[in-house]
């Protein structure tokens, strides 16, 4: 018997290489090695479902234990790899236990950032990125009144929602003069900036965070914001960015760059090591500069990228090729972005901010390469297709509510080769 397949991070994108292996004839054995004590769940109803009480913890785990038993595939939780030998092909867990591979994935995502303020790690601070986190925030949104959440991001506006509906009094605070300015344009932010005020949610903007205090009890009661002003809370949550856990590659000696470098297939520098997931840095077709490497924090991201690593083991390569999409929920808001867009592209709005259902078009060069779709599902869909497209528009056809997108599908497949 081979050493097999040995996957490092029991994550989604770990689970979608172990299936995606088996589902392209691999039959070889495989091991999943992950931190957790918990088999893999899906992490993105943390932040939303979970929450907001829609889902429960049990109804996250993405496979039932027998599937683990049908398809061969071994999971060792609770267990941490703390060094990866190339050269011997093995790796050493915590215990002192070493492990063999033919082929290896990593697959071990990423950690939120500390807050590097004094007081970031006081009792009743909260990070969200695990189901323990989650569950922990639902535990002390039974009891608290007043929370401050720090970043307005996708996962700290996501937790601000999810505590407001609860009746929780919420401050956000972020630094920029935008929320989500990492991620969305200026109008996208603006209807979420409206959005969040009209359901009562305080935003401090354009503000660092000097420090956080503790009460009495030694549990954080007050942040300190660098203006002078104190906020006065009963728990704290941080949303304020992940950064890759990519230290196991780069103690192996494997190229990083805030992130695992791979190409699109998923592989690095060492023919018999692939990476997915949050963990990973590769090209995107779809990217300003397709040769630039980028890290996808999403789900698509991590199974499409994961799936492409899998036909690598399975000896048929196929690189990755789908176009980028994400979501964020809050309140009964949904946005869906589809592709990737730049500050310079030209912005052209379909529908209005007013009425909550509208899509924001991105052109560059006339061609759609990004829409951000609010509470329009088939916009979004259509967007995706539009892009994987490379479909020329004009701003009026695009901005004018009677003119049917799907004419430019067919204008596309109606033109000569």
């Known amino acids: 018997m081979t050493a097999g397949l040995l996957i490092i991070g029991a994550s989604y994108a770990g689970m979608q290489l172990a299936d995606a292996a088996r589902a392209k004839g691999y039959s070889g054995p495989i091991t999943i090695v992950g931190e957790e004590a918990r088999p893999p769940y899906q992490r993105p109803p943390l932040s939303k479902g979970l929450l907001l009480g829609k889902q429960t913890a049990e109804g996250l785990t993405i ?55 004094p007081g970031g790690e006081l009792p009743g601070v909260h990070s969200l990125r695990s189901l323990d986190d989650a569950l922990a925030i639902e535990r002390m949104a039974a009891t608290a009144r007043r929370v401050c959440v720090i970043g307005g991001g996708f996962i700290g506006l996501e937790t601000a929602s999810a505590l407001r509906t609860q009746g929780l009094e919420v401050h956000v605070i972020e630094a920029s003069a935008q929320l989500m300015g990492r991620v969305v344009p200026p109008e996208v932010a603006a209807y979420f900036t409206e959005l969040h005020t009209q359901r009562g949610v305080v935003l401090h903007m354009q503000v660092g965070v000097q420090a956080l205090k503790a009460g009495a009890d030694g549990r954080v009661a007050q942040v300190l914001l660098a203006d002078g ?42 023919e018999r090591i692939l990476a997915a997931g949050d963990c990973a840095c590769f090209p ?132 000569p080769a």
Not at 234 to 243: H, S
């Open 284 to 415: 995107n077709p779809f990217g300003i500069d397709p040769q630039q490497s980028l890290r996808l924090e999403s789900i698509q991201a991590a199974n499409d990228l994961a799936r492409a690593a899998a036909s690598v083991i399975a000896g048929r390569p196929e690189p990755y090729k789908a176009v980028p999409w994400f979501w964020s929920d809050q309140y009964d808001s949904k946005l869906q972005i589809a592709g990737l867009g730049h500050s310079g592209d030209q912005r052209v709005l379909r529908g209005s901010l007013e009425s909550g259902k509208f899509s924001l078009f991105l052109l560059r060069e006339g061609r759609v390469v990004c829409v951000h779709s609010v509470s329009r599902p088939a916009e979004h869909l259509l967007a995706r297709k539009l892009i994987e497209a490379r479909v020329q528009a004009l701003p009026e056809q695009l901005a004018d509510p009677d003119f049917v997108l799907k004419n430019l599908l067919t204008a596309v497949a109606a033109a």
């Open 63 to 117: 496979r039932a234990p027998a599937y683990f038993e049908e398809q061969g595939i071994a999971l060792r939780l609770d267990s941490r790899v703390t060094c990866l030998d190339r050269q011997a092909r093995r790796v050493r867990l915590a215990s002192g236990e070493e492990l063999a591979y033919e082929w290896l994935a990593l697959t071990t995502g990423a950690r939120c950032r500390p807050l590097p303020v």
């Open 229 to 270: 002003r104190a906020l006065d809370c009963d728990a704290v949550v941080l949303g304020i960015g992940v950064q890759a856990n990519d230290e196991l590659a780069r103690a192996a000696g494997l190229a990083c760059d805030q992130g695992v470098l791979v190409d699109a297939c998923g592989r690095t520098a060492d």
